[in-house]
């Protein structure tokens, strides 16, 4: 197999991890490596660590850029990516030695299967322990790319982009959604697309390779109000972008946006002056709705059987409804017991 594996690093703000991450990338059993350390404007010392290290291996590129967010970090790393095949991982995590030796073993020469997945450990407090217990236990997993999308937004299966090794002719054609926060929702959407239009696969592997770092200030922990926010905003955005011959996929987002909007109204409350500026419009009005107990009217408005759902959406979904809850109303409700 002598083939090269472009591995993606963005960084920003991890210097107390950064060393630890690029040593395990370093280490890999599997040699012939491009590695490529994308410094997103950090401030903290992690820019020099990024130099350190294209000083010490010959297969390091380092990219200094202005600050623009995980996606355009990643984007830029993957276009400058060499390998035939490519593997993100975050700055702040790290990867068993083996990991992409395994990875590549399981999709080199299978020209039906576009990417190769591995299950995860995740670190927290000092404590390590499995992702995600619904993914064990099912040995190797075989997903057609036209489910892709369905049961990566519905979490059924490893959805994160860094437990991956991608073919590059395949990642390339398929950017990060700029300027978001809970971008690998986006990207599986995307994803899932493609690899239905190629009629291309996924395969995922029982082996835990890929160790995920909860930290404080982490992109994904750094604001409990924002990442919830991007998660509804980008499942609501997902139900209007499906078309007509993806209603299965527009049912089970559907789902998914429900559960997310009933087990976030906490969050919602606790933070509810802010959230009238920052949550879509749209989706202010739904988690009033369900506030009120009204969840069956959201049932209906969102089932893609009914030929008028998006007349009715549009309608409902109004400047009235907007300067209601810009009034207070959404306050005042958030008040009742």
């Known amino acids: 197999m002598a083939v090269t594996i472009s591995i993606v690093i963005p960084v920003y703000n991890v210097a107390p991890y950064l060393d630890k991450c690029v ?36 297969r390091i590129r380092v990219v200094h850029q202005e600050n623009q967010g995980l996606s355009a970090a990643r984007n830029t790393g993957i276009k400058l990516a060499n390998g035939e095949y490519i593997g993100l991982v975050d700055g702040d995590d790290y990867i068993d030695s083996r990991m992409y030796e395994i990875l590549l ?15 995860c450990f995740v670190e927290k407090s000092g404590k390590t322990g499995i992702l995600n217990v619904s993914w064990e236990d099912k040995g190797v997993v075989l997903l057609p790319g036209s489910d892709y999308a369905r049961s990566k937004i519905m979490e059924e299966t490893p959805h994160m982009a860094w437990n991956k090794l991608y073919r590059a002719e395949i990642l390339k054609t398929v950017p990060f959604r700029a300027g978001r926060n809970n971008e690998d929702t986006l990207h599986a959407f995307d994803m899932g697309r493609e690899l239905k239009r190629r009629g291309m696969n996924e395969i995922i592997v029982p082996d835990h390779l890929y160790f995920y770092r909860i930290r404080f200030g982490g992109i994904c922990r750094n604001s409990e109000r924002v990442f919830q926010i991007e998660i509804l905003n ?24 429900l559960e997310t909007l009933r087990n976030s109204l906490g969050v919602l409350k606790k933070h509810r002056d802010a959230v009238i500026g920052e949550l879509n419009v749209h989706v202010l009005y739904d988690a009033l709705v369900i506030a009120m107990g009204d969840i069956g009217s959201l049932e209906a408005r969102y089932s893609y059987t009914n030929k ?20 207070g109303f959404l306050k005042g409700l958030y008040r009742k017991k």
Do not use: P
């Not at 980008?234 to 007509?244: F, K, R, S, V, Y």
């Not at 008028?308 to 009034?327: A, D, F």
């Open 234 to 257: 980008n499942l609501h955005q997902l139900i209007g972008e499906c078309t007509e011959d993806e209603l299965e996929l527009a049912e089970s987002i559907r789902r998914k946006y």
């Open 308 to 327: 008028y759902t998006r007349w009715v959406y549009r309608v409902v979904k109004s400047e009235k409804i907007k300067k209601m809850l810009q009034g």
């Open 105 to 119: 073993s399981s999709i080199f020469g299978k020209e039906h299967i576009a990417i190769s997945s591995c299950l």
């Open 23 to 58: 040593a395990s990338v370093v280490a890999q059993t599997y040699r012939q490596l491009d590695i490529i350390l994308i410094d997103d404007g950090s401030t903290d010392g992690s820019s020099r660590i990024c130099d350190v290290w294209a000083g010490r291996d010959s």
